[in-house]
C-alpha cells in the first residue's frame, strides 16, 4: 500500500509538471489589421502572420511610414510622416489567437509613447486611436502590453488524472506478477 500511494503522489506530480500553462504567445498567429482615419477612409488592410522578428506590416501608405509590430504579448505602432497629421488615426489588430492555449485579452496597457490614446478591445481584437498631430514632421512610435487570459486545468483534474494513472500501474504490475505466478 506504501508503494500504491507513493505512486499516486509521484503521478500526480508529474502530471502537474506536464500540465502546468505555458506561455501563451502570438507569435505563429495569423491575424488581421487596418490603418486610417478614425470615423473616416481606411488606408490599408491586410492579414500577416507575427513573427518572432520583424514587423508585420512596414509600408509607405499615402506618404507616411506605417510599421506594425507584434511580439508574443506585447506590440508596436509607428507612424513617420513628413507632414501633420490633422486628425485622429484608428489602428485596428484583429483574430488575435494564442498559438499555444486558448486565451482572451482582458487589457492593454500603452507603455511607451508621446502622449495618451484611447484604447478599446475585446476577446481577440485591439482598437487603438492615436491622436492628431499638427506639428511637422510627424514620429511617433507607441507600445503596449496586452493581458490575457487562459485556461488553467483543475488542481482536481490533475489530482484525478494522477490517481487514474497511478492505480492503472498498480494493476498492471499485479496481472503481471500474476501471469508471472502462473508460468
Do not use: C
Amino acid at each position: 500500500m506504501k508503494s500504491l500511494t507513493f505512486s499516486a503522489l509521484l503521478s500526480t506530480v508529474a502530471v502537474g509538471l506536464v500540465a502546468a500553462p505555458a506561455q501563451a504567445s502570438l507569435i505563429g498567429d495569423s491575424i488581421d489589421y487596418s490603418f486610417g482615419l478614425n470615423n473616416g477612409a481606411t488606408f490599408l488592410s491586410g492579414s500577416a502572420i507575427v513573427t518572432d522578428s520583424g514587423a508585420e506590416y512596414d509600408d509607405l501608405v499615402i506618404g507616411a511610414d506605417v510599421v506594425i509590430d507584434l511580439a508574443a504579448d506585447s506590440f508596436d505602432l509607428s507612424l513617420d510622416f513628413p507632414g501633420t497629421a490633422s486628425r485622429d488615426l484608428k489602428w485596428v489588430l484583429s483574430d488575435l489567437d494564442w498559438v499555444d492555449k486558448p486565451g482572451e485579452i482582458i487589457g492593454v496597457t500603452q507603455t511607451a509613447g508621446r502622449s495618451a490614446v484611447d484604447i478599446s478591445w475585446m476577446a481577440d481584437s485591439i482598437t487603438v486611436i492615436t491622436p492628431a498631430d499638427v506639428t511637422a514632421p510627424v514620429s511617433d512610435l507607441y507600445s503596449f502590453d496586452i493581458q490575457t487570459t487562459h485556461a488553467v486545468p483543475e488542481p482536481l483534474t490533475i489530482l484525478g488524472a494522477g490517481t487514474a494513472i497511478s492505480f492503472g500501474a498498480a494493476f498492471k504490475r499485479k496481472l503481471a506478477k500474476k501471469k508471472a505466478d502462473k508460468a
